[in-house]
């Protein structure tokens, strides 16, 4: 069966720290991984893997994934409040839905002032 | 910037009624897809579509969903005789190109099955 974990389920940490959220997947077929964040209700795109080793940033979120290990981190560095929200990790795969995507349960995340 | 666009936002029903989400996907993407949201758990697969018919459906998808592209805009998602259990937030999400980019979610409709 096709599984994408992501760990911690739940993070409560003060502004100003540093991060990482993790996620592993076992899938067939890999194509690519995906983090979205959801604050309210639609997920919102941040980023999207497809090669190993390579980082992704953008601002104070970067993300890398590693094909070896089947897995990929989402760090944010000097966190604030408005990052908090559910951070979900879905893996685009052969037998996703032509091209849809298997999210993991997310991590949510709680910045505290 | 273009938008996956879904209505309505909220519908209440009653349970083993006949119930139509829709939504509008971004004007030149191809594919489009529903996904469900049960309170508190994960975001799951419905249904993909392609070229006016169903590409991949999952284990939740039965024969009380259907969908539907009436015309050349609208992709709905109808639920025949809902259940309690159907009660979650629907998402649609287009793609303009497969296995590139990212899916686009719309805002979600939440259903109520009283």
């Known amino acids: 069966e096709d599984k994408v974990v992501q760990s911690p389920l739940s993070l409560v940490v003060h502004e100003g720290d540093t991060v990482t959220l993790n996620c592993s997947y076992e899938?067939?077929?890999?194509?690519?991984l995906l983090w979205y964040k959801q604050e309210k209700k639609a997920p919102t795109f941040l980023f999207m893997l497809?090669?190993?080793?390579i980082e992704k940033k953008s601002g104070r979120l970067s993300s890398i994934l590693d094909k070896k290990e089947l897995s990929s981190i989402l760090n944010i560095t000097a966190t604030q409040t408005g990052d908090s929200a559910i951070y979900l990790c879905?893996?685009?795969?052969?037998?996703?839905?032509?091209?849809?995507?298997?999210f993991g349960k997310g991590t949510h995340l709680i910045i505290q002032p | 910037e273009p938008e996956v666009t879904q209505t309505p936002s909220h519908q209440v029903t009653q349970m083993g009624q006949e119930v139509i989400l829709r939504c509008v996907p971004i004007?030149?993407?191809?594919?489009f897809y529903w996904y469900r949201q049960i309170l508190g758990q994960k975001v799951e697969f419905l249904v993909s579509?392609?070229?006016?018919?169903?590409?991949?459906k999952s284990e939740i998808f039965d024969d009380q969903f259907s969908v539907e592209r009436p015309d050349g805009s609208n992709f709905t998602l109808k639920i025949r005789s809902t259940k309690l259990e159907d009660s979650a937030m629907y998402f649609c999400?287009?793609?303009?190109?497969?296995?590139?980019?990212?899916?686009?979610f719309g805002e979600g409709s939440r259903l109520t099955v009283l």
């Open positions: 579509f392609y070229n006016n018919e169903i590409s991949e």
């Open positions: 879905a893996v685009r795969h052969s037998g996703g839905g032509a091209d849809g995507l298997t």
């Open positions: 004007s030149n993407h191809l594919y």
């Open positions: 497809t090669s190993s080793g």
């Open positions: 899938v067939t077929n890999f194509r690519s």
């Open positions: 999400a287009s793609l303009g190109q497969r296995n590139t980019g990212e899916l686009f």
